[in-house]
């Protein structure tokens, strides 16, 4: 009987052991997981979307277990979430007016100009309101779309239309360059003022209309890495890349402009 006790209480000894030891590792291994792993998190102007993910893929190619998330939006609400605090390492401006809301907010320095980007007509594949120029967005029947003023497009659209020295009362003002460009898209409004990178990312869905006071609205795009960012060593090697020939191939194919 005292042996049968003495295993008994063995085999409870041995099950409350390794209990114990499994929920112990089973803790440890994905804190260790959760942690092993670098990342990036860049904030990026709208406009930036498709060339800034495939820089980031390629960024995640050459930096094994890296992962790169990106934050795109209307350069204004980005640098906004900057200087509330948001976590990020990068941020790349449509403008270098949203960029002085975080360099004078001392949460980065010496941003660089990297590109420079210019206004386009954006009409329905079909032009059915036959829009050709700044002036025939004044006609109050043709439905026009703009980003709003305090966003980089929006500010650009307001510099072109005053060269132009013409009014135009739009139907709706957009947060963004890609939400503009939906609008148009979807045939809710004749036309709206993008940028022409916008316009040759849409795949043919719209067609862009050049006009000669977009050269006296020209966006330049500043980017820099973060003083507080999070992985200080990562981003500056990603505005490195921005910044080298492989991204400017990138960058340029899109349409976007040598500074």
Same mark, same amino acid.
């Given at each position: 009987?005292?042996?049968?006790?003495?295993?008994?209480?063995?085999?409870?000894?041995?099950?409350?052991?390794?209990?114990?030891?499994g929920s112990s590792s089973g803790t440890a291994a994905p804190a260790s997981a959760?942690?092993? @792993?670098? &990342?990036?998190?860049?904030?990026?102007?709208? @406009?930036?979307?498709?060339?800034?993910?495939?820089?980031? =893929?390629?960024?995640? &190619?050459?930096?094994?277990?890296?992962?790169?998330?990106?934050?795109?939006?209307?350069?204004?609400?980005?640098?906004?979430?900057?200087?509330?605090?948001?976590?990020?390492?990068?941020?790349?401006?449509?403008?270098?007016?949203?960029?002085?809301?975080?360099?004078?907010?001392?949460?980065?320095?010496?941003?660089?100009?990297?590109? =420079?980007?210019?206004?386009?007509?954006?009409?329905?594949?079909?032009?059915?309101?036959?829009?050709?120029?700044? %002036?025939?967005?004044?006609?109050?029947?043709?439905?026009?779309?703009?980003?709003? %003023?305090?966003?980089?497009?929006?500010?650009?659209?307001?510099?072109?239309?005053?060269?132009?020295?013409?009014?135009?009362?739009?139907?709706?003002?957009?947060?963004?360059?890609?939400?503009?460009?939906?609008?148009?898209?979807?045939?809710?409004?004749?036309?709206?003022?993008?940028?022409?990178?916008?316009?040759?990312?849409?795949?043919?869905?719209? =067609?862009?209309?050049?006009?000669?006071?977009?050269?006296?609205?020209?966006?330049?795009?500043?980017?820099?890495?973060?003083?507080?960012?999070?992985?200080?060593?990562?981003? =500056?090697?990603?505005?490195?890349?921005?910044? &080298?020939?492989?991204?400017?191939?990138?960058?340029?194919?899109?349409?976007?402009?040598?500074?």
């Amino acid at each position: 009987m005292v042996l049968t006790r003495l295993s008994l209480a063995a085999v409870l000894a041995s099950v409350l052991c390794l209990t114990a030891c499994g929920s112990s590792s089973g803790t440890a291994a994905p804190a260790s997981a959760g942690g092993g @792993s670098p &990342s990036l998190t860049v904030f990026a102007a709208a @406009s930036l979307t498709e060339t800034f993910t495939e820089l980031g =893929r390629q960024f995640e &190619s050459t930096h094994s277990g890296t992962k790169v998330t990106f934050n795109f939006g209307s350069s204004a609400t980005l640098a906004q979430q900057v200087t509330q605090g948001a976590p990020a390492d990068i941020f790349a401006a449509a403008s270098p007016a949203t960029m002085k809301t975080v360099t004078d907010a001392g949460l980065a320095s010496a941003p660089t100009v990297f590109v =420079r980007n210019t206004l386009q007509i954006a009409v329905p594949e079909d032009n059915p309101a036959k829009v050709a120029s700044l %002036e025939d967005l004044t006609d109050p029947k043709v439905k026009v779309a703009l980003c709003a %003023e305090q966003v980089p497009c929006g500010a650009a659209a307001v510099k072109a239309l005053d060269a132009a020295g013409v009014k135009v009362t739009p139907v709706t003002l957009e947060q963004d360059v890609k939400a503009t460009l939906t609008k148009v898209r979807l045939g809710e409004v004749d036309a709206a003022l993008v940028y022409r990178t916008d316009v040759i990312a849409s795949g043919g869905k719209v =067609r862009g209309i050049d006009f000669p006071e977009a050269g006296q609205a020209v966006n330049d795009y500043p980017i820099a890495a973060l003083t507080k960012a999070p992985a200080p060593d990562l981003a =500056r090697q990603f505005v490195d890349l921005v910044l &080298s020939q492989q991204g400017r191939d990138v960058l340029t194919k899109a349409g976007f402009q040598a500074p």
